[in-house]
């Protein structure tokens, strides 16, 4: 039975990671912090691993623990990480140094696994081909404009340079879907009779369901890929309207206002709660990077080397998504 270990198991994408490994028959560790939430983590035949990415010599030997008694792991999915927070430093701190500490420590003891799998974003490319709205591909340059891009980008450089190392990195666009917060909040505003837009300048979205990001994961492990970086989406482009009106209509088309928000007013805004966040020591979901993620216009991207390399077709387009989304939230009591 081939052992794999998911880092960053309590979250939104590792959650589902971790549900599909065990449907596979994997035996499969569940990598969280001591104060992570179990919440999605109570199967019993998952096994638990605390792991300190903040302390390199207490990684080390609890990883060098693991390997005298269970082996080394086949697998590794790197999904933890930030996505936001109070301290702009905390995105170099957790997606880069964090990563690099795994790295090495699996260096130092032998343990590198088949395949060292990193969950990045599509945001280490920044805002590319705003002109043409074309597809970014991978053959473009990245230029990162927010602190949670360019330490996604240090990251995978740092990946790309180890000798030998089996990285497979994986940049989904706009990930969504059950468990997911932040869109929730988008469902939660609209519940409440408001619709939020950005800039008046034409913006082409793209999405990607969670399940769809999981099912590349695997197609990448059966593949037995190496040393390659994919984009992840659902194949479609979407105007900035589309997901809010699928949203309305799996709430019952409520009455709602659209309003839709300047770009130097969000900018303000973004700039007035960031600083909130960093007096308050919490993340905010309106920051300074959260600006600058809304304000970028194209968000295509080029998924021909995925669906070529790893067979992957998108199970879901965001209709179906959002339709088994908002199912969710209802049924959990969210909304």
């Not at 080394?72 to 690099?100: L, M």
């Not at 409440?192 to 990448?220: C, E, I």
Request: aromatic fraction near 12%.
């Amino acid at each position: 039975m081939a052992r794999i270990l998911i880092t960053g198991a309590s979250g939104f994408i590792g959650s589902f990671l971790v549900e599909e490994a065990l449907r596979r028959g994997f035996s499969v560790w569940a990598g969280v912090r001591s104060s992570s939430s179990r919440a999605y983590l109570k199967d019993a035949h998952l096994n638990i691993l605390e792991l300190d990415f903040t302390d390199p010599d207490r990684l080390r030997a609890r990883l060098s623990e693991h390997k005298d008694r269970f082996q080394a792991f086949d697998y590794i999915v790197h999904c933890a990480g930030v996505t936001k927070c109070s301290d702009p430093q905390e995105f170099d701190r957790v997606n880069y140094q964090q990563t690099h500490t795994l790295v090495e420590s699996l260096r130092e003891l032998q343990m590198i696994p088949r395949q060292f799998v990193f969950i990045s974003t599509l945001s280490v490319f920044g805002p590319v081909r705003e002109k043409d709205y074309t597809a970014i591909t991978e053959d473009d340059e990245p230029a990162p404009n927010t602190g949670y891009g360019w330490s996604k980008l240090k990251a995978e450089r740092y990946l790309q340079q180890v000798p030998g190392l089996p990285y497979v990195i994986y940049r989904p666009t706009g990930v969504y879907g059950p468990r997911e917060k932040d869109y929730f909040l988008m469902a939660k505003t609209i519940r409440n009779h408001l619709d939020f837009s950005v800039g008046f300048k034409r913006q082409d979205l793209t999405f990607v369901y969670v399940k769809d990001v999981v099912k590349a994961v695997f197609l990448g492990i059966e593949k037995g890929v190496a040393r390659r970086a994919y984009f992840l989406s659902d194949g479609c482009v979407y105007n900035s309207r589309d997901f809010s009106r699928l949203i309305c209509r799996e709430l019952g088309d409520p009455w709602v206002v659209h309003l839709r928000c300047p770009l130097i007013v969000l900018k303000v805004v973004s700039l007035l709660a960031g600083w909130l966040a960093s007096c308050s020591g919490k993340s905010s979901t309106l920051n300074p990077d959260k600006y600058k993620i809304m304000k970028q216009r194209n968000w295509q991207c080029d998924i021909t080397p995925a669906t070529t390399e790893l067979g992957f077709v998108p199970d879901y387009d965001l209709q179906r998504g959002v339709k088994e989304t908002i199912d969710w939230y209802k049924n959990e009591g969210w909304l």
